[in-house]
């Protein structure tokens, strides 16, 4: 049977806290900080942080910096 999308984003936030040892709201509140912080601005900008410094896969990184463009745009 196929898995619907929102069980795709599930698997794919129960891979990355098990890869990382970090929750998905940590993720949130350290890519916010650095958005804050001026050091990232853009979607991009999170996927390549989350790419380089943490080792993270595309998609991972990807979802990751679409929730958090998501929160900071919902204040």
Request: proline share 3%.
């Amino acid at each position: 049977m196929a898995k619907t999308p929102e069980q795709i984003k599930q698997s794919y936030y129960t891979n990355i806290e098990a890869k990382t040892g970090l929750s998905i709201p940590e993720w949130l509140t350290r890519i916010r900080a650095k958005l804050q912080a001026g050091e990232l601005a853009r979607h991009s900008d999170i996927v390549n942080w989350l790419k380089t410094e943490h080792s993270l896969g595309h998609g991972y990184a990807t979802l990751l910096a679409h929730d958090a463009m998501k929160a900071a745009e919902a204040g």
